[in-house]
Nanobody, 124 residues
Framework: QVQLVESGGGLVQPGGSLRLSCAAS????????MGWYRQAPGKQRDLVAR???????NYADSVKGRFTISRDNGKKTVYLQMNSLKPEDTAVYYC??????????????????WGRGTQVSVSS
């Protein structure tokens, strides 16, 4: 059983900073990709940032230069440092982890896991 537990959300004023953390527990040794998605009320869930085991990163255009994703592979933890926060960053932020492996039959398979989400609110 894999669990992803997020922490670090809250209420912050525009221009402020928050740091989200997501710790994975369970029997899986490593996740090829870990990342963050967000969902604002009435909108779809969108990618914010993701990072591979090797440290390769991708960011949504709206957060480039403001957010930084990092991970500690030994702790199975991914972080999201959010600076210069804007009201439009308000959303529930979800941790995502992808485990990739090859089955005994030789088929590549990906299992995707989600956290329960943490609320980030940016308001004056």
């Amino acid at each position: 059983q894999v669990q992803l537990v997020e922490s670090g959300g809250g209420l912050v004023q525009p221009g402020g900073s928050l740091r989200l953390s997501c710790a994975a527990s369970g029997s899986i040794v490593s996740f090829k990709v870990m990342g963050w998605y967000r969902q604002a009320p009435g909108k779809q869930r969108d990618l914010v940032a993701r990072i591979t085991t090797a440290g390769s990163t991708n960011y949504a255009d709206s957060v480039k230069g403001r957010f930084t994703i990092s991970r500690d592979n030994g702790k199975k933890t991914v972080y999201l440092q959010m600076n210069s926060l804007k009201p439009e960053d308000t959303a529930v932020y979800y941790c995502n982890a992808q485990q990739t492996y090859t089955t005994l039959s030789g088929f590549p398979t990906t299992n995707t896991y989600w956290g329960r989400g943490t609320q980030v609110s940016v308001s004056s």
